[in-house]
């Protein structure tokens, strides 16, 4: 199994920055695949951004050139640089992990409010 931690939310104004930190523990050599997710208030959780465990990524279209994901190995950590913050990005954010046997582990949730 796989524990994520996520942390570093909070509110910020637009325009500003943040960064999440996601912990992961647990089988650490099983996982193929990490990504932040978010979820609105009263909306779907959608993807905002994926690395492989090959070091490729991708992002959604709203968070392109404001958002970068990055991993430190050697801390076992899931990282989400936000710039360039909106309102819009108000949600609250996951840390998804997907394990070579197909299973996906989420952490609790970190919410990010940004003011205008």
């Known amino acids: 199994q796989v524990q994520l931690v996520e942390s570093g939310g909070g509110l910020v104004q637009a325009g500003g920055s943040l960064r999440l930190s996601c912990a992961a523990s647990g089988t650490i050599s099983s996982i193929n695949a990490l990504g932040w997710y978010r979820q609105p208030p009263g909306e779907q959780r959608d993807v905002v951004a994926e690395?492989?465990?090959?070091?490729?990524?991708n992002y959604a279209d709203s968070v392109k050139g404001r958002f970068t994901i990055s991993r430190d190995n050697a801390k076992n950590t899931l990282y989400l640089q936000m710039n360039s913050l909106k309102p819009e990005d108000t949600a609250v954010y996951y840390c998804n992990a997907i394990v070579t046997w197909g299973a996906s582990y989420w952490g609790q949730g970190t919410q990010v409010t940004v003011s205008s």
């Open positions: 690395i492989t465990c090959g070091g490729t990524t």
